[in-house]
Structures are given as structure tokens and as C-alpha cells.
């Protein structure tokens, strides 16, 4: 009975992680180039979760093809925020403005969305969540698959898209020296853009995975981005590996915390190894140097 | 000044008397100010009780009660004992109201009423359980409905006798109410002979329930599984219980009893999960009595939707205030004596005789259904 409820909490707990990897991701991406906090993500993550229901609900698409929708929402939103707020006030020189300007955006979508889509909770169901499959005493839905897979392809194709594509290496040189790389031919206002566009774009689909499981609301996004925020710093600002790894192992405290010890731990744990990665290894778990990182 | 001067005078002094007296006449007014979650997790309430207070507006203002017309204002309590207690000093500052209807969720009652007893205005309040909120609560304070002792007793006991259940797992929010009332069913349940197997508190900001279904399905047989949470983690809740093979909706043996916090249509949201769950809610609308009827009929016809119980105990929270206009409440002060003489006032939800400490004790205000595997009620009528 305990191996099988250890292997049903490991379950529970990689499925988690991988669905937080989705949401962190992007975070760590923005701020690897840009060191700068998007507090707005949230909402970018809640804004696919919607375009991902009314694709589905509204207009009869399969799920896949609504988690293509909110990529492409969350893509579209990116390039519009990008080019409307976060592109002039860059422009002004300072570091401050887009900060400030990223939780102006925040609270305006939330507004948006409360006034759109209503404050009752919507249910997101899927053809994937009925089906459950009992194994060796453990229990998964086919959504849970579905989110492993399409968050480790996603994962495995920005991976792929950083190391060995020409725009890969000009965002990591643009990470490492915004300047030098402007002197080598690099257009840093491009690059600036392409890395808020993917950064919303795996928000949005990150949204479409997260609302079958979330409860989706205008503030749904709001629930897991404080978690996100841990999981960058616990993997490393701005450290794709580390953010990975901090997400699985965040997942994991949350399903084991809640197994032995009680539910209400659970940010106890987390923000406590928070503040223990903070005092003792800044750097967060893979500690290579900045310039590294993204 | 000649005699065309003299009737001039006279003439604009009549519209001036007339006037001051159809002034009088519209200033009859009774102000009602709601104070209700309009955003955050527990939004949905806000949205719905506001349906209620506008059908019984719109009846009440045809006529007007005793000559007074009624006037409503809302502010956005947030479910949340800061914005709660903000929201109320607005209201009071502000529109000063002869009566305040709301909270909905217990923790942002218990935050505003100490500022509505130093404002000496009375509130009803038709949606938090917690105890505290009439014992010892406070003059001003009215709560139209079971408070958590009498509905966990009831639930409790009803789970013992009726449901046959010895075990239970107790699943709640970590919020006062949330607490509160599984602490009554846990005391109830085990002095009636039952044993509860976990008690299993959590944040509202905690999603993914899975992990909480794995552990109650590690702890063996269960009967029932007592749930105290708002819609949208209620929803994740017994998604998961069923996933785990736990609960009836998933062909588990554990039957899931749930509180009047549940909004109408929360079956429909989770699906075959929610077979067998077995809920109180604070209105039948298959009650057969004319009122019940009436409701129905013109909240369909206001609002092209079936009425749900935070539709209908807003409507109730009106209606009251209307009876006790009707019986010589005119201001704050004497709103609140003749609502604390209330003993028979029969609404839409059940009817309310208010105790010492302002607390409604009828209990047919209380209706058990449970969720037939086509997803529609089977009304138990256990009260």
C-alpha cells in the first residue's frame, strides 16, 4: 500500500511539475534576456486558458487543436503588448518603466477578462479527463499523459530552438551582452520581441493545459504564478535547465507534502526551500554564470 | 403689486408647497446598501445575489411598501475580511444606508460587523455560517440562515442515521467557516458513534486535487466525505474523489455531502463525478407553494435562467426588509428593533423567527437533494 501510494504521490506530483515547467518557463526566458519581471504572465496564462475553453466549447474544436489556438493567442497578445507598452517605454531608456508597466497590463487583463468572461468558475472538461487508467494500484487520466507529452516536446523543442537555430544563439548573445551583440549585427529590439512573443506564446498554451485542471476563473492564472516566480528562483533566474528541475521538485513537495503532511504545508515547504536557496546558493540549483543562462 | 402680482405669488408658492411635498414623497426612501464579493474566488456570489435584489426591487418599487420606494448600492466586499471591512466604511461614509444586506463568505462578515455596530445599522446576512457571527454576535447583526452548528448538527446526524455511516474523511478550506463547520460535524459524528478517518484543510489558492484524492483513497473504507469549500475548488474536488475511484461518481462506495456554499448547476459542471454527492442547499424550487411558484416564474421571465439559492435568499434579504417596512420600519434604529421582533416572515427559501441573538432557528430553510446519475435532483426531504 505505501509503495503504491509513493507511486501514485510521484505521479501526481510529475504531472504537476510539468504543468508549473510550462507557466516558469516563459518567466525565466523574459528574464534571462531581459532581466525584467513580467508580472503580467499570469494573465497571459489565464487569457489561453480562456481562448483554449471558447475554442473548444464554443467553436467545436478538438482540445489539441484549442491548445494551438491559445498558443496562438497568447503569441498574437505578446507581439501587441510588446509593441504597444513594453517596445516605447524600453525606448525611454529606462529600467523601471516596463516593470511598472508589466503590473498596469496585469491588472487591466484581469479587469478585462472579469468583465468578459464572468466571475463564475467555468468548467473545463476534455475528452482526456474522463478516461482514467488504473495501473498497479496507481490511477492517471489520459490528460495527464497528454500534459507530460506536450510539456516535455515543449520543453525539448526550445531547448532544441536555443542551442542549434541562428535565433537561439542571437537571443543567448543578446542575454549575454545586449550591446556587443547590437555591434555584431544582432538587432536586440527584434530579439527583445521574439523573446516576449514565445514567452507569451508558452504562456497561452501553457493556459490551455493548465484549465482542465485549474479552476478557471479571471484570477486563475493568479494561483500559480506565485509558485512559478519560486520555481525561477529556486532553478536559477533566468536558467532553462533549473527551472525545469525546480518545477519536477516543486510538483513533487506539493504531492508528498500533502500526502505526509498536511495541504496547508505545502507553501510552507516550498517558500521555505525558497528562502533556503536564497540564503545559501543564490545562484539557484544549476549555478552557471549568468551569461550562460537562457 | 396689483391683483395678476397676487396670483403669481400665490401661484409659484403652490408649486412651491407642492413641490417640497412631492420632494417628501420621493425622499421616502429606504437605502439599502449590499455588500457583496463581486470579484476574486467567491465572485459568483456577488453576481447572483444581485439578481435577487433586482427581482425584488422591481416588485417591490410597483407599489412601494408603506409609501417608502427602495433604493440599493453595491460595493464589492471581495469574500475577504479587508476589503470587506473597506468596502462597508465606504458604504457608510458614503451612501449611508438604512440597513445592509451580505457578507456571503464568514471572514469578511465577522470584519464588518463591529463597523456596522458602531454605525448603529442593522445588516442581514443570508450566506455565512460561522457561529461567532450570531454567538455572541451583535445587535445590528440578523443571519437568515442555519448557522454552522445547527447545519452541521443536522448534516451530521443525518449522514449517522439516514446515510448509515460510520466513517468519514472531513475535506475543508482553511478559512473560518471552512474550519468551523467541519469541527461541528466531527464532534456531532463521533458523539453519535462515527469515527472521522482524516481531516484534510487546505488554502484557496490549491488547484490540483488529486494528490488530496490519493491520500483519502490510502485510508480505507469510507463513508461519507464531508466538503466545505466554495464552487471552483468544489468542482476540482469531486473530479478528483471520482478520478481516484473514491466517490459514487466514480464507482467508489464514499457518498460526498456538501454545504448550501455550492452554487445551482454545480452538478452539471462536474459531470457523472457528482453522481450520488449528496448536498443541502437553502432552496427547493420544486417547493410547490405560491411564492415558490411566483419566484420561479418571474425570475425566468427577468432573467431567461432558472433561479438558484443565492438568487433566491437575496431575494429573501429584500423581501424581509420590505416586511419589516411594512410593519413601521422607517430608519436604521427602528429597522433593526422590528426586525429582531420578526417571527413569522415567510420567504422564497423558508421562513424566519430570529432568536435573542438574531439568529433565524428555522430549520426549513434547509433542503437535502442528491444527484441522481443524470445529474438532476432527487429531493430527500429529511427536514
Same mark, same amino acid.
Given at each position: &500500500?505505501?509503495?503504491?501510494?509513493?507511486?501514485?504521490?510521484?505521479?501526481?506530483?510529475? !504531472?504537476?511539475?510539468?504543468?508549473?515547467?510550462?507557466?516558469?518557463?516563459?518567466?525565466?526566458?523574459?528574464?534571462?534576456?531581459? !532581466?525584467?519581471?513580467?508580472?503580467?504572465?499570469?494573465?497571459?496564462?489565464?487569457?489561453?486558458?480562456?481562448? /483554449?475553453? @471558447?475554442? &473548444?466549447?464554443?467553436?467545436?474544436?478538438?482540445?489539441?487543436?484549442?491548445? $494551438? /489556438? /491559445?498558443?496562438?493567442?497568447?503569441?498574437?497578445?505578446?507581439?501587441?503588448?510588446?509593441?504597444?507598452?513594453?517596445?516605447?517605454?524600453?525606448?525611454?531608456?529606462?529600467?523601471?518603466?516596463?516593470?511598472?508597466?508589466?503590473?498596469?497590463?496585469?491588472? &487591466?487583463?484581469?479587469?478585462?477578462?472579469?468583465?468578459?468572461? $464572468?466571475?463564475?468558475?467555468?468548467?473545463?472538461?476534455?475528452?482526456?479527463?474522463?478516461?482514467? @487508467?488504473?495501473?498497479?494500484?496507481? @490511477?492517471?487520466?489520459?490528460?495527464?499523459?497528454?500534459?507530460?507529452? +506536450?510539456?516535455? $516536446?515543449?520543453?525539448?523543442?526550445?531547448?532544441?530552438? &536555443? %542551442?542549434?537555430?541562428?535565433?537561439?544563439k542571437a537571443l543567448r548573445a543578446v542575454a549575454q551582452d545586449r550591446e556587443t551583440a547590437g555591434l555584431m549585427g544582432i538587432n536586440p529590439n527584434y530579439l527583445i520581441m521574439l523573446t516576449i512573443v514565445i514567452s507569451s506564446a508558452l504562456a497561452g498554451m501553457g493556459g490551455a493545459m493548465l484549465a482542465p485542471v485549474l479552476v478557471l476563473t479571471p484570477f486563475a492564472g493568479a494561483s500559480v504564478i506565485?509558485?512559478?516566480?519560486?520555481? !525561477?528562483?529556486?532553478?536559477?533566474?533566468?536558467?532553462?535547465?533549473?527551472?525545469?528541475?525546480?518545477?519536477?521538485?516543486?510538483?513533487?513537495?506539493?504531492?508528498?507534502?500533502?500526502?505526509?503532511?498536511?495541504?496547508?504545508?505545502?507553501?510552507?515547504?516550498? @517558500?521555505?526551500?525558497?528562502? +533556503?536557496?536564497?540564503?545559501? %546558493?543564490?545562484?539557484?540549483?544549476?549555478?552557471? %554564470? %549568468?551569461?550562460?543562462?537562457? | 403689486?396689483?391683483?395678476?402680482?397676487?396670483?403669481?405669488?400665490?401661484?409659484?408658492?403652490?408649486?412651491?408647497?407642492?413641490?417640497?411635498?412631492?420632494?417628501?414623497?420621493?425622499?421616502?426612501?429606504?437605502?439599502?446598501?449590499?455588500?457583496?464579493?463581486?470579484?476574486?474566488?467567491?465572485?459568483?456570489?456577488?453576481?447572483?445575489?444581485?439578481?435577487?435584489?433586482?427581482?425584488?426591487?422591481?416588485?417591490?418599487?410597483?407599489?412601494?411598501?408603506?409609501?417608502?420606494?427602495?433604493?440599493?448600492?453595491?460595493?464589492?466586499?471581495?469574500?475577504?475580511?479587508?476589503?470587506?471591512?473597506?468596502?462597508?466604511?465606504?458604504?457608510?461614509?458614503?451612501?449611508?444606508?438604512?440597513?445592509?444586506?451580505?457578507?456571503?463568505?464568514?471572514?469578511?462578515?465577522?470584519?464588518?460587523?463591529? #463597523?456596522?455596530?458602531?454605525?448603529?445599522?442593522?445588516?442581514?446576512?443570508?450566506?455565512?455560517?460561522?457561529?461567532?457571527?450570531?454567538?455572541?454576535?451583535?445587535?445590528?447583526?440578523?443571519?437568515?440562515?442555519?448557522?454552522?452548528?445547527?447545519?452541521?448538527?443536522?448534516?451530521?446526524?443525518?449522514?449517522?442515521?439516514?446515510?448509515?455511516?460510520?466513517?468519514?474523511?472531513?475535506?475543508?478550506? =482553511?478559512?473560518?467557516?471552512?474550519?468551523? =463547520?467541519?469541527?461541528?460535524?466531527?464532534?456531532?459524528?463521533?458523539?453519535?458513534?462515527?469515527?472521522?478517518?482524516?481531516?484534510?484543510?487546505?488554502?484557496?489558492?490549491?488547484?490540483?486535487?488529486?494528490?488530496?484524492?490519493?491520500?483519502?483513497?490510502?485510508?480505507?473504507?469510507?463513508?461519507?466525505?464531508?466538503?466545505?469549500?466554495?464552487?471552483?475548488?468544489?468542482?476540482?474536488?469531486?473530479?478528483?474523489?471520482?478520478?481516484?475511484?473514491?466517490?459514487?461518481?466514480?464507482?467508489?462506495?464514499?457518498?460526498?455531502?456538501? *454545504?448550501?456554499?455550492?452554487?445551482?448547476?454545480?452538478?452539471?459542471?462536474?459531470?457523472?463525478?457528482?453522481?450520488?454527492?449528496?448536498?443541502?442547499?437553502?432552496?427547493?424550487?420544486?417547493?410547490?407553494?405560491?411564492?415558490?411558484?411566483?419566484?420561479?416564474?418571474?425570475?425566468?421571465?427577468?432573467? =431567461?435562467?432558472?433561479?438558484?439559492?443565492?438568487?433566491?435568499?437575496?431575494?429573501?434579504? #429584500?423581501?424581509?426588509?420590505?416586511?419589516?417596512?411594512?410593519?413601521?420600519?422607517?430608519?436604521?434604529?427602528?429597522?433593526?428593533?422590528?426586525?429582531?421582533?420578526?417571527?413569522?416572515?415567510?420567504?422564497?427559501?423558508?421562513?424566519?423567527?430570529?432568536?435573542?441573538?438574531?439568529?433565524?432557528?428555522?430549520?426549513?430553510?434547509?433542503?437535502?437533494?442528491? *444527484?441522481?446519475?443524470?445529474?438532476?435532483?432527487?429531493?430527500?426531504?429529511? =427536514?
Amino acid at each position: &500500500m505505501t509503495a503504491t501510494i509513493v507511486a501514485q504521490q510521484a505521479i501526481n506530483g510529475i !504531472v504537476l511539475g510539468s504543468l508549473y515547467v510550462l507557466v516558469a518557463l516563459g518567466l525565466t526566458l523574459i528574464y534571462g534576456v531581459l !532581466v525584467q519581471i513580467n508580472f503580467a504572465h499570469a494573465d497571459f496564462v489565464t487569457l489561453g486558458a480562456f481562448a /483554449a475553453y @471558447f475554442f &473548444m466549447h464554443t467553436l467545436g474544436g478538438s482540445y489539441l487543436a484549442s491548445v $494551438g /489556438a /491559445a498558443l496562438i493567442v497568447g503569441t498574437v497578445l505578446g507581439w501587441a503588448v510588446n509593441v504597444a507598452i513594453f517596445a516605447p517605454l524600453r525606448q525611454k531608456g529606462s529600467e523601471l518603466l516596463p516593470l511598472i508597466a508589466t503590473i498596469g497590463v496585469s491588472v &487591466m487583463l484581469q479587469n478585462a477578462m472579469l468583465a468578459w468572461f $464572468g466571475p463564475v468558475p467555468y468548467a473545463f472538461e476534455t475528452p482526456y479527463s474522463q478516461r482514467v @487508467f488504473r495501473v498497479a494500484g496507481t @490511477f492517471f487520466t489520459l490528460q495527464s499523459v497528454v500534459i507530460v507529452v +506536450v510539456s516535455t $516536446g515543449t520543453i525539448a523543442l526550445l531547448y532544441a530552438f &536555443m %542551442r542549434f537555430t541562428f535565433l537561439g544563439k542571437a537571443l543567448r548573445a543578446v542575454a549575454q551582452d545586449r550591446e556587443t551583440a547590437g555591434l555584431m549585427g544582432i538587432n536586440p529590439n527584434y530579439l527583445i520581441m521574439l523573446t516576449i512573443v514565445i514567452s507569451s506564446a508558452l504562456a497561452g498554451m501553457g493556459g490551455a493545459m493548465l484549465a482542465p485542471v485549474l479552476v478557471l476563473t479571471p484570477f486563475a492564472g493568479a494561483s500559480v504564478i506565485v509558485k512559478a516566480f519560486a520555481i !525561477v528562483i529556486i532553478g536559477g533566474f533566468g536558467n532553462v535547465e533549473g527551472t525545469i528541475i525546480a518545477g519536477l521538485l516543486v510538483g513533487l513537495i506539493e504531492s508528498f507534502t500533502t500526502q505526509y503532511l498536511d495541504p496547508g504545508w505545502i507553501d510552507i515547504v516550498v @517558500f521555505g526551500l525558497l528562502l +533556503v536557496m536564497l540564503a545559501f %546558493r543564490p545562484t539557484g540549483l544549476i549555478s552557471e %554564470r %549568468r551569461e550562460e543562462n537562457v | 403689486m396689483n391683483r395678476r402680482d397676487w396670483l403669481t405669488i400665490l401661484a409659484l408658492a403652490a408649486i412651491a408647497v407642492l413641490g417640497a411635498g412631492n420632494a417628501s414623497a420621493q425622499d421616502k426612501t429606504i437605502k439599502i446598501g449590499a455588500l457583496f464579493p463581486t470579484s476574486g474566488p467567491g465572485s459568483y456570489f456577488g453576481a447572483q445575489d444581485k439578481q435577487g435584489v433586482e427581482l425584488a426591487l422591481e416588485e417591490l418599487n410597483k407599489a412601494g411598501v408603506n409609501g417608502y420606494k427602495f433604493t440599493v448600492q453595491y460595493e464589492d466586499s471581495a469574500c475577504s475580511p479587508l476589503p470587506a471591512s473597506q468596502a462597508a466604511k465606504r458604504l457608510l461614509d458614503q451612501y449611508k444606508p438604512d440597513v445592509i444586506i451580505g457578507e456571503e463568505c464568514s471572514d469578511a462578515t465577522l470584519a464588518i460587523m463591529p #463597523i456596522i455596530e458602531q454605525a448603529k445599522t442593522p445588516m442581514i446576512n443570508a450566506g455565512s455560517s460561522a457561529l461567532k457571527i450570531t454567538d455572541p454576535g451583535n445587535p445590528y447583526t440578523f443571519r437568515i440562515m442555519p448557522n454552522e452548528v445547527m447545519q452541521g448538527v443536522d448534516i451530521a446526524t443525518n449522514a449517522y442515521n439516514k446515510l448509515n455511516a460510520r466513517t468519514a474523511v472531513l475535506l475543508n478550506e =482553511n478559512t473560518n467557516a471552512g474550519i468551523g =463547520n467541519a469541527k461541528v460535524f466531527k464532534d456531532t459524528f463521533e458523539k453519535l458513534g462515527g469515527k472521522v478517518v482524516a481531516e484534510i484543510g487546505f488554502g484557496r489558492d490549491v488547484n490540483d486535487f488529486t494528490s488530496i484524492a490519493t491520500r483519502v483513497a490510502g485510508v480505507g473504507k469510507v463513508d461519507v466525505i464531508p466538503t466545505y469549500t466554495l464552487e471552483g475548488q468544489g468542482l476540482k474536488i469531486t473530479q478528483a474523489l471520482a478520478q481516484a475511484g473514491v466517490v459514487k461518481g466514480g464507482g467508489g462506495a464514499a457518498i460526498q455531502l456538501g *454545504t448550501i456554499w455550492l452554487p445551482f448547476g454545480f452538478e452539471q459542471k462536474a459531470g457523472k463525478a457528482a453522481t450520488g454527492y449528496v448536498r443541502i442547499v437553502q432552496f427547493d424550487p420544486t417547493d410547490q407553494r405560491d411564492i415558490v411558484k411566483n419566484f420561479v416564474k418571474n425570475f425566468k421571465t427577468k432573467f =431567461n435562467a432558472d433561479p438558484t439559492h443565492l438568487n433566491a435568499h437575496a431575494y429573501d434579504q #429584500i423581501m424581509l426588509i420590505a416586511d419589516v417596512v411594512k410593519r413601521g420600519g422607517k430608519d436604521a434604529q427602528s429597522i433593526r428593533d422590528t426586525l429582531a421582533q420578526t417571527k413569522s416572515f415567510v420567504g422564497v427559501t423558508g421562513s424566519v423567527e430570529f432568536d435573542k441573538n438574531n439568529q433565524n432557528t428555522k430549520m426549513d430553510t434547509i433542503h437535502y437533494m442528491e *444527484t441522481k446519475p443524470d445529474l438532476t435532483w432527487n429531493a430527500l426531504k429529511w =427536514n
